[in-house]
Each structure stands twice: as structure tokens, then as C-alpha cells.
T-cell receptor, first 111, second 112 residues
């Protein structure tokens, strides 16, 4: 069964360092999402892509976060510099026929 | 601004019990509503998707209903099992902007 792939699964970094997360959606899914989930809360949308174009990045802290999906397939989310408050689970999802399919996520710890 | 609330925040039930999880949303202009399951430290698994024109969807022991006018959805789990223990989240996809807003989830524990 096709899955959304994310790497790494875990990342520990020190504040002010740069981190990057990678996502490969299910083949053929044009819509891709990046979410941030703080423990005990629901996921919060950071950015939504339709193919290679950003559809919604209104919640993305653009002073430190960037996201790209250059060829409309896989995507990278970057944080530079990381802050203590960025510690969270970062989830990637792709959508087909209205259903969102999630990857296993990257758990980021900023020390 | 759309807000999604899930009550209760946590629930513990004995095995075999039928249970209902609640989700409410403040703006009825939605495109669809989706229920997810999340195991600790894992991603989300889609359970049921209800389009705005539908009233309910069923899959196995799960049944989800939608009352758009009152801003409510319920997830009914029949004959609960210990393997159902997880966090259940509902997510509303807004009409127009198509943004997806999640509730904080209900953490379910089914005791053997």
C-alpha cells in the first residue's frame, strides 16, 4: 500500500541551528501539506502546495521557515534558525479525492 | 474564524462498550469533515470522510454523522476493543478557502 514517506523520524538540534525535513507524497497526489503538531494539540497547517505552487502559507513563520516543492513531487521544510518553541511533531500529508493521507512525522527536539 | 472543539478530551471505557466521540465546529460553511486516528508518536490514519452534503458514513464498527447546520459531528464506535485505544481527531475542511482545521482530539483508552 502506498504511503507518505518522511525523514528523518527524529531530529535533535540546538537552538540557532538549521534543520530540514523531507517528504515524499503518494505518487500522483497533487496536493501536499506540512503541519506542525504540539503535544496534546491537533495539527496546525503550515503550508499547502498544489503541484509546485504554494496555495496557503498564511500560518508559516516566514522569517525562519521555508518550504519548497520544486518539481511538484517531494517537498522540503526548513527551519533556520531553530528556536526552543519549534519543538514539535512535523507532519506531511498528501490528498486524493478529499482524503488526506499522513506520513509518520518527524519529531523535532530543540535544546 | 473556524474553531473545532472535541469533547471529552479523554475517555476511559471497559472493553465491549459502545461509545460516542463529539466534534463541534463554529462555521457551518464546510466542504467536508474527516475523522482520524493517531497512535502515540505516529502520524494520522484516516477513518471516515463525510462530504458536506452527506449525513453519515460507516466503516465496520465505526459510524460518523454530520449535522452541518448545528455544527456537530459524532463518531460512534461499537463494541470497543483494547486495540481501539488511540487519540481520535476530527478535521473540518472549510468551503471557499479549503483550509483544514483540526480539533485537539479525544484520547481514548479501552480497558481489557
Amino acid at each position: 500500500e502506498a504511503e507518505v514517506a518522511q525523514s528523518p523520524r527524529y531530529k535533535i538540534t540546538e537552538k540557532s541551528q538549521a534543520v530540514a525535513f523531507w517528504c515524499d507524497p503518494i505518487s500522483g497526489h497533487a496536493t501536499l501539506y506540512w503541519y506542525r503538531q504540539i503535544l496534546g494539540q491537533g495539527p496546525e497547517l503550515l503550508v499547502q502546495f498544489q503541484d509546485e505552487s504554494v496555495v496557503d502559507d498564511s500560518q508559516l513563520p516566514k522569517d525562519r521557515f521555508s518550504a519548497e516543492r520544486l518539481k511538484g513531487v517531494d517537498s522540503t521544510l526548513k527551519i533556520q534558525p531553530a528556536e526552543l518553541g519549534d519543538s514539535a511533531m512535523y507532519l506531511c500529508a498528501s490528498r486524493d479525492l478529499g482524503i488526506q493521507y499522513f506520513g509518520a512525522g518527524t519529531r523535532l527536539s530543540v535544546l | 474564524k473556524q474553531e473545532v472543539t472535541q469533547i471529552p478530551a479523554a475517555l476511559s471505557v471497559p472493553e465491549g462498550e459502545n461509545l460516542v466521540l463529539n466534534c463541534s465546529f463554529t462555521d457551518s460553511a464546510i466542504y467536508n469533515l474527516q475523522w482520524f486516528r493517531q497512535d502515540p508518536g505516529k502520524g494520522l490514519t484516516s477513518l471516515l470522510l463525510i462530504q458536506s452534503s452527506q449525513r453519515e458514513q460507516t466503516s465496520g464498527r465505526l459510524n460518523a454523522s454530520l449535522d452541518k447546520s448545528s455544527g456537530r459531528s459524532t463518531l460512534y464506535i461499537a463494541a470497543s476493543q483494547p486495540g481501539d485505544s488511540a487519540t481520535y481527531l476530527c478535521a473540518v475542511r472549510e468551503a471557499g478557502g479549503f483550509k483544514t482545521i483540526f480539533g485537539a482530539g479525544t484520547r481514548l483508552f479501552v480497558k481489557a
